[in-house]
């Protein structure tokens, strides 16, 4: 049956099977191979993406029951070659050690940031509280997000890009 | 890991969801949340020949106060229990209880009536609906029916739920003004079911105990009621003996087995401290409640 969504902002869709998980129609159908699969039981939280804004597992998900829904995947982060806050984070603080359950990490980063602005120390560490991380780089990435919420904060403080080439400004 | 095979229907009234379950109810799993089921599908412990999409069905995922009792409809997640704030007010040990189940993206997903039907004995809802003395209201093509928690969980991940109906809402009874509960639990990291964990709710009447529930998770084929325990509180004054006395029938009540988690012994032992822990937390919010 045919399943469509809008995956980073652009409307997808395909024919598959009702079975097919939501991570294996990302990886397979649309190739958008930054969603990983860790454990494939619900636990590690590497197949994290935003369903309709919010972080969920996408290891435990039918395709077709997101049918109509909006998913973003690490893909879709970036806005060209600029990084997001979250990807900066987590390059500035070393946020990652083998990387492989990062994409769903800053899933979660953005998506508590949208949220929450300014969140303390254990409201970031009970946020990623269902990611884990095998090199247990924890410290680290805790760090990135904080980084990510301080940029945040400064860009929404600071004039806008336009406003200063457009002579505004202080 | 690939699920079976399945049939999938995702109707968009309760109608046609019920007409389908008529049919083809005996070879069907209802998928809400799919937080348990989905697993299940894809280690293949389940094969259904039909999984029928609830997520559609309009109006039931509200969390509504009504006649004395608090409704939670079938497609209310763990989360917007956590984010509600009346009910952290009217039922103050669900909005505990939320914060153990599972993770943060799992109850972004999972559901509370899903998880009481799942009747996984290591699930936390079960416990505290059996504290709160909560009741399920089931529907189907003939009609409806009000099923209580205490009674519903037969075996472990069997309930008397009939193959053609639908659970559309749990029905809590709102506490009186001074009551208070509580919810421990024990678990080895986020995210892992229980090694055991208790449910208490009381409420209080002139220095006297009017009704006391216990709910066990995890030390048993269900999520057990401690009769004997709540009886042993129901009427008295709760004196540090009568506590005590509570605690030691609660932990006579649990059936609990040795595993990786701990011995059968040490869980026995941890119900009654949580039982102990328990009533103690419980009775002085409802001291606070009342004054």
């Known amino acids: 049956m045919k399943a469509s969504m809008r995956v980073n902002g652009v409307e997808r869709s395909a024919d598959v099977e009702p079975r097919v998980l939501l991570v294996d129609f990302l990886r397979t159908n649309l190739a958008l191979t930054g969603t990983h699969v860790g454990c494939d039981t619900t636990s590690c939280g590497a197949c994290t993406v935003l369903l309709d804004g919010e972080p969920v597992k996408s290891c435990t998900l039918l395709a077709v029951q997101v049918d109509g829904r909006d998913i973003k995947t690490v893909e879709g982060l970036a806005d060209g070659a600029a990084l997001s806050p979250v990807q900066v984070g987590f390059h500035e603080e070393h946020g990652l050690q083998c990387g492989f359950c990062t994409p769903g ?62 002579g505004g400004g202080e | 890991m690939l699920p079976a095979a399945f049939d999938y229907r995702a109707p968009t009234t309760l109608d046609e969801a019920l007409g389908v379950l008529k049919e083809r109810g005996d070879d069907a799993k209802i998928l809400a949340g799919g937080m348990s089921l989905i697993p299940l599908l894809k280690l293949r412990f389940a094969q259904p020949a039909l999984v029928l999409d609830i997520g559609r069905l309009p109006g039931l995922n509200r969390i509504a106060g009504q006649d004395g009792h608090l409704s939670i409809g079938a497609l209310v997640r763990h989360v917007d229990v956590e984010r509600n704030g009346d009910l952290a007010k009217q039922v103050p040990l669900m909005s505990e209880a939320v914060h153990w189940i599972a993770d943060p993206l799992v109850r972004n997903r999972g559901t509370v ?28 093509a003939s009609g409806e029916r009000v099923i209580p928690v205490a009674g519903f969980f037969q075996d472990p991940f069997t309930t008397t739920l009939k193959p053609d109906e639908i659970v559309t809402e749990v029905r809590i009874p709102i506490p009186s003004g001074s009551s208070g509960g509580a919810y421990n639990k024990l678990e080895r990291k986020v995210g892992d079911f229980a090694t055991v964990a208790v449910a208490v709710q ?7 105990v009017s009704r006391a529930g216990i709910g066990l ?26 506590i005590r006395e509570a605690a030691r029938l609660a932990a006579e009540a649990a059936q609990p087995k040795d595993d990786i988690r701990g011995s059968a012994a040490y869980k026995k032992d941890v119900v009654r401290v949580f039982v102990q822990r328990g009533l103690h937390t419980a009775l002085s919010r409802a001291q606070e409640a009342r004054s």
């Open chain 2, 202 to 208: 009381v409420e209080m009447n002139g220095g006297k």
């Open chain 2, 113 to 140: 009536v899903g998880s009481v039907c799942h009747a996984d004995p290591a699930g936390d809802w079960g416990s505290v609906m059996l504290a709160l003395g909560a009741e399920l209201v089931a529907r189907s």
């Open chain 2, 217 to 242: 998770t995890s030390v048993g084929a269900t999520n057990i009621k401690a009769t004997e325990a709540e009886k042993a509180l129901a009427g008295r004054e709760p004196t540090d003996e009568v």
């Open chain 1, 105 to 166: 990490r800053m899933l979660v980063g953005t998506a508590l940031l949208e949220g929450n602005p300014d969140p303390t120390e254990e409201q970031i560490r009970w946020a990623i509280s269902g990611n884990i991380c095998r090199c247990t780089g924890y410290m680290n990435i805790v760090k990135a997000i904080q980084h990510a919420a301080r940029l945040k904060q400064a860009a929404a403080t600071a004039p806008s890009p336009a406003a200063v080439a457009a």
